[in-house]
């Protein structure tokens, strides 16, 4: 077994940015470039009042686009959103909430929640 196919200690650390009024997503670097750039990036000044950040999970999916928290799977149990909970990243089943999807990572990105809500029906 090798770590690094599980993405174990190799995790970039990244975020997106979603801004309501807009409807579009932003990356990282995009939002360095909207307010400013600076000499250390985590000290940029991110506002937060209609901005919702999601991240990056470090993981694929099977056709090699990076998955977000936020983001909507195309899995064999159905869709699922991915989503935070209990200090991991999990997939939850959008026809069965509260179930989670295990090959998740084997699917693909169809969306997400913010820009796709009609996925979540």
Request: with cysteine.
């Amino acid at each position: 077994m090798n770590p690094e196919d599980y993405g174990i200690g190799t995790r970039e650390i990244k975020f997106r940015f979603y801004h309501h009024s807009s409807g579009t997503m932003h990356s990282w670097e995009n939002m360095v470039d909207r307010w400013g750039n600076h000499d250390d990036d985590l000290s940029i000044f991110i506002p937060t009042k209609g901005w919702t950040p999601t991240q990056y999970t470090g993981l694929k999916d099977k056709n090699g686009k990076k998955i977000y928290e936020g983001d909507v799977i195309s899995e064999f149990g159905g869709p699922g959103i991915v989503c935070f909970r209990n200090e991991c990243f999990v997939c939850e089943s959008i026809k069965e909430p509260g179930k989670f999807l295990y090959n998740w990572r084997k699917g693909r990105v169809i969306g997400n929640v913010f820009e796709n809500p009609e996925l979540m029906k």
